[in-house]
């Protein structure tokens, strides 16, 4: 987690610009009564009786209130369906107890996934929802831009909203808002919400043994590199009938950039409180030569450019490897990777020459955030904090315990070396530097169009001045 802690601290000269910052209070007890000092208790004698008198909570009562989740992402991974599974029914049964006890309801409003939206309704003085649902996307500028508040503020505090709180929150995932030094988001995750995991490789146990291969192994003894998988996907791929096409191909689907982490991060750092294009880096170079190769050693079937397609490859067991996301495996989910009939290996994502370990790289870190404009704020951290006291768990593993691995060194894996190392894809600090990011360099360099080195150098004062703009540097 070094490289994270490097990147909160990198993050936090930028954002502690614009974020003003006072005396953080002490958050309240989840009652919201405060605890008396053993100085303010009165003594008695050993030999007087004393009556003992438990103060009663008041009761909540928020009059029917309309509490909404505004959402720009799939919000059915974190708000429970009607009439979906068995597990969502328990789920929306549970939630339908919060809403009873303390009057009110929960309600989903699907919005844009443009930043824009969040800008100008809050140039308007409006509040899309009570808590929102997006990604670093948008809560990351939206912090400059005054559109979000931190969920560790004063005035939140003040509220009982403690983003630290570690029996409402996850905090391994929720941290990884902390840009700036300040909480933008915050999740809860149990049996009904999924820890939302970055990408991992997958693989056909029966290939990828029948090779010689013991990739668990091989991440444990931290071999998992770059070349070693390139080496099974070459070792994997085969024409079986001489037309020289792979009946058997290496890779069925790749990320695209955010293999640029695995190698010590992106494009994008900041440089003596300022963000800087670092480009010609060593490691930069490296990690879009990796792609390059991913795509054009001819593992890889470039001909399937629709997702459907890559997956269906290695369902059908015509593809020894690909790259996924937790919502890739979410069985009952749009992805048909549960129903594979052979069974498959999770382990972390290859490392890079100029990596120190494993990550597992988040690349829409989705999370509930708050619009500064939302003046029923008090209200909704009632409703948020009983969301997250009943939908979040450290048991958290239950929820990868329905049908989705298929033996017990895939959880190793997660619990040991994904899910302690994620980092977040920071190319998508701002939502036009990574278009340019995309598809003025990483798209023509894998696709061979532009050699990496013109790639870089072309895009080098574009990407700077939009970051100098943005963030106000000069």
Not at 17 to 31: H, I, N, R
Not at 370 to 383: A, F, G, L, R
């Amino acid at each position: 987690m070094r490289r994270f802690i490097g990147l909160c601290l990198s993050l936090a000269m930028v954002l502690t610009l614009f974020v003003a910052c006072g005396t953080e209070k002490q958050p309240q007890t989840s009652d919201n009564t405060s605890v008396a000092s053993t100085s303010d208790v009165p003594k008695t004698d050993a030999t007087t009786e004393t009556t003992v008198t438990t103060p009663t909570a008041e009761k909540i009562d928020l009059e029917g209130y309309k509490f909404v989740f505004y959402h720009d992402v799939d919000i059915s991974r974190y708000m429970p369906q009607p009439n979906l599974n068995a597990l969502h029914d328990e789920w929306l049964a549970e939630m339908r107890e919060i809403e009873e006890k303390y009057n009110f309801t929960y309600n989903e409003q699907q919005g844009s996934s443009n930043y824009e939206t969040y800008y100008t309704a809050t140039m308007g003085g409006i509040s899309l929802g009570d808590f929102c649902m997006t990604t670093q996307t948008h809560y990351i500028p939206g912090g400059i831009t005054n559109v979000f508040e931190p969920l560790d503020s004063e005035k939140m505090l003040a509220a009982g909203f403690n983003p630290y709180d570690e029996t409402k929150w996850n905090q391994e995932y929720s941290s990884l808002t902390n840009i700036g030094g300040h909480y933008w988001g915050v999740l809860p995750v149990s049996k009904y919400i999924t820890m939302p995991l970055g990408f991992m490789v997958i693989f056909n146990k029966d290939i990828v043994e029948s090779l010689g291969y013991d990739l668990y192994e091989i991440v444990r003894n931290n071999e998992w590199t770059w070349d070693k998988y390139l080496e099974v996907a070459q070792k994997a791929s085969i024409d079986n009938d001489g037309d020289g096409i792979y009946d058997r191909w290496g890779i069925a689907s790749v990320p695209g950039q955010v293999e640029m982490y695995t190698n010590g991060g992106g494009i994008l750092q900041n440089v003596d409180s300022k963000w800087t294009y670092v480009g010609n880096t060593p490691s930069v170079v490296e990690s879009l030569q990796f792609i390059y190769d991913e795509y054009n050693l001819g593992y890889y079937n470039t001909a399937l450019t629709k997702g459907s397609e890559k997956a269906d490859l290695f369902v059908r067991g015509d593809a020894a490897m690909t790259w996924v996301a937790w919502y890739h495996l979410q069985p009952y989910g749009g992805d048909p990777f549960w129903q594979c009939e052979f069974d498959y290996g999770v382990i972390p994502s290859p490392m890079g020459p100029s990596a120190d370990g494993y990550v597992n790289v988040v690349d829409g870190l989705d999370a509930f955030v708050m619009m500064t404009t939302n003046q029923n704020y008090e209200k909704s951290v009632i409703c948020m904090n009983a969301y997250g006291e009943a939908f979040n768990s450290p048991n958290w593993t239950e929820r990868y315990e329905d049908g989705r691995l298929r033996d017990e060194e895939s959880m190793e894996m997660i619990t040991e070396y994904i899910a302690p190392n994620m980092v977040v894809n920071v190319n998508r600090i701002q939502p036009d530097v990574r278009s340019v990011i995309t598809d003025e360099i990483v798209v023509p360099v894998r696709q061979g169009d532009l050699s990496i080195s013109t790639a870089l150098e072309s895009q080098e004062q574009v990407i700077q001045k939009m970051l100098d703009d943005f963030f106000h540097q000069n």
